[in-house]
């Protein structure tokens, strides 16, 4: 065999589940040579990733946790983000009930701006199996008045909410005080109500 040249054999996989075998069945080579040149020889590997959602405590509350109107999910959120000098968006995961099954941080911003992405709305939706949302933000300056990036940002999670079938039953935007605006009242979410 000329001195270039190395012998390859199949590598004998044992004690691993039947998934992880499919890389035998599709000829995984390796080389008898254990000085083997790192970039004549390559090897990859994948990562397995499991997602699971993580219950942090609860937050104490005087109603059945039923939402029936959005000053229910305005009186539980107040408290959690009157002292909060960033904007932070938050998620309110319901069941098929309308019950408030949990709620996450999704994002914590700046005095004027939180970065909110569907792919991080969503992901806490579908791990945590929720029927329909409501999503929730506060404004440091008081004022609950949403912004036009308020509105385009609660279409376009509307939109991604039909498409994987997790209904956005409202954007609540808190203010001082315990003041809110509901973009579902204010027509956002397809008519007023």
Request: proline share 6%; no cysteine.
């Amino acid at each position: 065999m000329s001195r270039g040249a190395r012998l390859l054999r199949s590598v004998p996989i044992t004690n691993v589940p039947a998934w992880e075998k499919k890389g035998e069945q599709l000829g995984v080579k390796s080389t008898d040579d254990a000085s083997a040149d790192p970039e004549q020889v390559r090897r990859y590997r994948v990562s397995k990733y499991r997602v699971a959602l993580v219950r942090e405590g609860s937050i104490p509350t005087t109603w059945d946790k039923t939402v029936r109107e959005p000053g229910d999910v305005a009186r539980l959120m107040a408290p959690l983000v009157a002292d909060i000098s960033q904007e932070s968006f938050w998620l309110i995961l319901l069941d098929g009930r309308n019950k408030v099954a949990g709620i996450t941080l999704i994002s914590l911003g700046s005095l004027t701006a939180a970065l909110v992405h569907p792919r991080e709305v969503f992901k806490p939706a579908i791990a945590g199996s929720a029927a329909a949302l409501v999503l929730l933000h506060n404004h440091p300056s008081g004022d609950p008045s949403p912004s036009a990036e308020d509105i385009a940002l609660t279409r376009r999670l509307s939109e991604v909410g039909e498409l994987v079938g997790i209904k956005v039953l409202d954007h609540l935007v808190i203010g001082e005080g315990g003041s809110y605006r509901s973009l579902a009242d204010d027509g956002v979410l397809g008519g007023a109500r």
